[in-house]
């Protein structure tokens, strides 16, 4: 029943977003977002925001530094690929502070003007090219980033998951905007990056807060643990 209850709030296996106030922005052929139009707390608002930035920039790896609750920092270097137009292919691959790698993960998404959604997880071995041992697909693909992104807007989705090695199961993933506001990471400063308030719930409830920015995407990110990711380093294609 814990997690019948958040699947219901979501209409079951549907999705749902909510505008706040100023939600009128508006978008060009690029899918630049304007919040202009929007105020609060007195902050400057970022004059647009491209949440398809994983597509449009030319970025080939971002480095994170992943601070675990117990002390262990290690490093997870996140490497991008795009297929097509409407498809991003994301893998992550973590190490530890001998090198060795102890987590391995391709994540495929899908690309429209209007969502940016996750489809489908791989495991793999951390081999050149990744091994795929297990596959998760995400029934729909879950809602990450939406074309309506301002303070108070929020958005979700819920479906089913399917995986190789488990029960299938089901998934509740509800996201928020806070706030624009400018962060300082190892990589250096970003403005007028996006705050958003993330809960998925999947055998468990998982809360964070992911600090998104304008042509980069991920920068920071803190889960309910107090772990702390933060980007260290970019790469980008010549």
Not at 124 to 153: E, H, K, Q, R
Not at 163 to 190: F, H, I, K, P, W
């Amino acid at each position: 029943m814990k997690r019948l209850f958040p699947v219901l709030l979501l209409i079951l296996f549907g999705e749902f977003v909510i505008a706040g106030p100023g939600s009128g922005h508006h978008k060009d052929s690029t899918y630049d977002y304007d919040y202009d139009d929007y105020e609060r707390g007195g902050h400057h608002k970022a004059p647009a925001y491209d949440y398809h930035d994983y597509v449009n920039s030319n970025i080939q790896s971002k480095t994170f530094a992943r601070h675990q609750n117990d002390g262990v920092v290690y490093d997870e270097v996140w490497s991008f690929d795009r297929p097509d137009p409407g498809e991003v292919v994301r893998t992550e691959i973590a190490t530890d502070a001998d090198g060795s790698i102890f987590r391995c993960r391709v994540n495929r998404f899908e690309v429209t003007a209007e969502v940016f959604k996750w489809a489908q997880q791989h495991s793999c071995d951390g081999s050149t090219p990744p091994v795929l041992i297990n596959t998760t697909d995400y029934i729909p693909p879950l809602s990450v980033f939406t074309n309506a992104m301002v303070p108070g807007i929020a958005w979700g989705a819920a479906g089913e998951i399917h995986t190789t090695y488990t029960l299938d199961n089901y998934y509740t993933d509800v996201s928020e905007v806070l706030a624009v506001e400018d962060v300082t990471v190892t990589a250096g400063t970003y403005n007028d990056c996006l705050k958003i308030y993330r809960q998925r719930a999947f055998m468990s409830y998982i809360p964070r807060i992911e600090w998104v920015c304008p042509n980069m995407g991920l920068v920071k990110s803190v889960n309910g643990s107090n772990r702390l990711m933060e980007l260290t380093d970019v790469t980008f294609n010549n």
